[in-house]
């Protein structure tokens, strides 16, 4: 296993020698689209919390009485959601609540952090019509009803269509580079159809045959990952930079979107390399 | 070591080999011989697999590998060496290269895979091209390196095409003397060649095949 593993770099790093060119565009056009969703998925975790991001229902905030004993609350918002079947009730703990406040006005973090701040019960209601929530403020238990902000609503609108053309953007241009893995190993299979007969002829197993060409796809890979590794962590944090000068919280990356980045840009073209093999190995050899 | 039953070959309705029954034992040392476009070349194709039969059945060291599946057969083609025609170098790589990769896809260390290399290509007379490339080599020299190739992993069966076609008459008795000696060790050794000079040097089981058939079978000359 070893001795493979040890020949695939070994001609895998030749070939990638020989087509210097070609391996470098694979990485770039594979690592722009990834860096690009990375930062798509960045500014959708960022967003969250504080746009409506769901574009289905409207969701409408219900602030309650904060003397309402948290007994009576629960037993309230149970007859909230019978009374409206079609209503997805939903409590935001006050903790949730502090994040979004501070957020937003990040001033107020040492206040909410210091544990002064009384915030009253906020609750969410998911509806397809939202003038049937105005109907709570009549209630005794209820404080304020509002609708989402409107700066909600557009961050939503806005985030969604952002979303939608990144998303476009990156499948077009991974697309892309997919087919050129595949076009490139489908190229060098032709190219070393020689070897590969002679190869096979001598008793290498496909393992040390495909060796190469995987490990030749795959460096590009690797490379596209650490790039868009770079990309992503360099563009969110300039945005993060603009939003704290904006007055608004920084934004950080999670590690499952890095990690996630680095695997695409590993297995999609090692895949289509894969598949390009099975289907055109025996077509481009003798044996 | 080889058992041929009712083999035929076609080639676009073309017949190669027409219901061909053969046996060789182990150890044996065979000349295949025939005129040109007798189907020697295909029957030693068969042998290592890389055409299958038209009909019939193909068995090499105690195995049909006319079914064999392709996942199989590096298995089996370890347990030949094959001398091809054509070299069948890889031209990338230099001898020495040539030759410890197939040690290597073998399970052969590095070191051990390095000696035996050097070994083999001081017997051919080689050992000062083993750093040269295939393309800067002589015809008969890449001849010798494809021997060399196909010797150096001592395979149970030998299956060489034409192998002194590209050498003088001196290297082509010496190799026809090395590969006797790997016969002595037990190897089985099928020799196609159209040349009668090299079949009368050495006493050995002569099949002359004619239109895809044996025409004769028995010492040479008859």
Redesign the interface.
Known sequence: MAAVIRHAVAEGLVVLRERAAVSLILALVLGVPIALAGVGLTLHRWLGPVADLSGQKSSVAVLLHPKLEPGERRRWIAGLSTDHPDWTVSEVSSGELAERLQRWFPYLGDLMESGDATLPPLIEILTDNPDSVTELRDRSEVLAVGPRSSIQQTLGQVARRLALIVGVISFVLLAGSILLAAVWVHLELYRHADEVTIMRLVGATEGTVRGPFLVAVAIPGLVAGVLSVVGTVATVSGLSKLSSALGMSAMTIPPSVLVLQLTTAVILPLLAAVITFARHAADATES | MIRLRSVSKEYERRTILDALDLQVDAGEFVFLTGPSGAGKTTLLRLL?A?ERPTEGEVWVAGRRIDEMG??R??????KIG?I?QDF?????KTVLENIT??L????IAPREAHRRAMKVLRRLGLQHRQAAFPDALSGGEQQRVAIA?ALAYQPRLILADEPTGNLDADLASELLSLLCDINYQGATVLVATHDHAILESIPARTLVLHQGQIHYDGMWPP
């Open positions: 290592y890389a392709r996942k057969l590096p298995l089996l083609r370890r094959v091809f069948k170098l890889l031209r990338r990769f197939v290597r896809i073998h399970g190739r």
